[in-house]
């Protein structure tokens, strides 16, 4: 008789599939074994030959999603006179705002 607890919860669903035994009321590993030792004594099913460890149904690749390369963020335009004395303005009056809502 095929020890059933040493196997993994998929390679019990792969022998149940094969054989034919619905198992979609199984949750936890102890009844899936008991649905291939109850098919085994009341010869519903042939018993399945021993699994090599080898034998365990793999999982098929899936294709990953094909990712677009990143692209770096633009560079802003470069300013002229007028508009860097302007953003120093701006950014002197923000640490002003900041200095007087800390003291």
């Known amino acids: 008789m095929t020890d059933y607890a040493k196997q993994t919860v998929a390679a019990l669903k792969a022998l149940l599939t094969e054989r034919g035994i619905d198992f979609s009321d199984c949750k936890l590993k102890a009844s899936f074994v008991a649905k291939l030792q109850e098919a085994d004594a009341t010869g519903?099913?042939?018993?399945?030959a021993e699994p090599s460890p080898k034998s365990s149904p793999k999982k098929s690749p899936k294709a990953s999603p094909k990712k677009s390369p990143k692209k770096a963020p633009a560079a802003p335009p470069p300013m002229d006179a007028a508009a860097a004395a302007k953003a120093a303005e701006a950014a002197e009056l923000a640490a002003m705002k900041v200095r007087r809502v800390r003291n």
Do not use: E, L
Request: glycine share 0%; net charge negative; charged share 20%.
């Open 44 to 48: 519903d099913a042939p018993p399945a």
